[in-house]
């Protein structure tokens, strides 16, 4: 196996386990480290098929401690998922197998399909990035379409109004504004197949040769956080996410997008907000691990400072505008 020094960070048992779910006559080839990921180690293992060609698959492992004590349940979600999925024409991986608790493979794991593409996270083609956040919109709807015959579980909150980090120098009074808005309960919601993480990092496009205009989406990973609950949530995360990339008027104009791609929002302004505030309040406990993948893929500019800085402008623009 040819490893340029990436495969030996694959144990031993796990690339046992990995053979005992090959094809007869495949062998694993070579293995090279997937960057990006924030709670799991990524591995794509290059496996020859037995009439010689080659395909690709993906391990993912947990091994901080952490995330091994979530992990029975991140992969169990993760597992269901992949396997809803097959089929309903989202593109998401395949399940070759699945090792939640780490019995076999020292540490839990997954093993899946490999999905070709590659994350897209600049923003300085303005016409690219509209382009991708229309993409973002439709692929989000047609997640949301999908009717799972037994339901994930409900979706998690992630943040309370006594777990939120106002960032140094913020505005106050919106922050107190913002965080009282999620002390109350939350709004009634009719409930939506949710990815839980969608966002530009876990999105796979296929770039055409003859601009942005001719661009796809080709994947959608990570689905350990596979939910239950309202399409606001989602539309939040990925607003949220797009608001600490690009800007703060990106949030709005992706809630926008989604609409416009057929997206069916709560009613109430009230509750919009309550989602949007909620999602972006949970940002604020973690921004220096959501920062960190960023500047790894070259967005060198974003130091947990200056993502702090467009959280505030974006917590405050939900605030100001909602008056």
Request: aromatic share 6%.
């Amino acid at each position: 196996m040819t490893d340029h020094g990436e495969a030996a960070a694959v144990r031993p048992s796990a690339l046992a386990w990995v053979r005992r779910h090959l094809e007869a006559g495949e062998r694993i080839v070579g293995a090279r480290a997937l960057h990006g990921g924030v709670t799991a180690e990524m591995r794509r293992l290059t496996i020859r098929t037995r009439d010689g060609g080659t395909r690709a698959l993906v391990l993912r492992t947990y091994v901080d401690p952490f995330f091994v004590e979530r992990a029975e349940d991140s992969l169990g979600r993760e597992a269901g998922a992949l396997t809803l999925l097959a089929g309903t024409g989202v593109p998401a991986p395949g399940l070759v197998a699945v090792d939640p608790a780490g019995a076999h493979c020292e540490y839990p794991s997954l093993l899946m399909t490999h999905v070709a593409g590659r994350t897209v996270l600049d923003g300085e083609d303005h016409e690219g990035l509209e382009t991708r956040v229309r993409l973002l919109a439709r692929q989000l709807v047609a997640i949301h379409a999908v009717r799972p015959a037994e339901r994930p579980r409900e979706y998690e909150a992630l943040t309370t109004a006594d777990t939120v980090v106002v960032p140094a120098g913020a505005r106050a009074a919106e922050w107190a504004a913002a965080i009282d808005v999620i002390r109350d309960p939350a709004p009634p919601y009719e409930g939506r197949f949710l990815h839980r993480d969608f966002h530009l990092g876990n999105v796979l496009f296929d770039a055409s040769p003859s601009g942005p205009a001719g661009d796809r989406i080709s994947g959608v990973v990570d689905w350990a956080g596979a939910s239950w609950g309202p399409a606001d949530l989602d539309v939040a995360h990925c607003s949220t996410n797009l608001a600490l990339l690009h800007g703060p008027e990106w949030g709005p104009r992706f809630a926008e997008a989604y609409v416009g791609a057929g997206g069916v929002l709560a009613a109430a302004a009230s509750a919009r907000l309550y989602w949007r505030v909620r999602d972006a309040l949970a940002f604020s406990e973690e921004l220096r691990s959501v920062a960190r993948p960023w500047r790894e893929a070259g967005r060198t500019e974003l130091t947990t400072r200056a993502v702090e800085e467009r959280l505030d402008a974006y917590v405050t623009a939900l605030m100001v505008a909602a008056g």
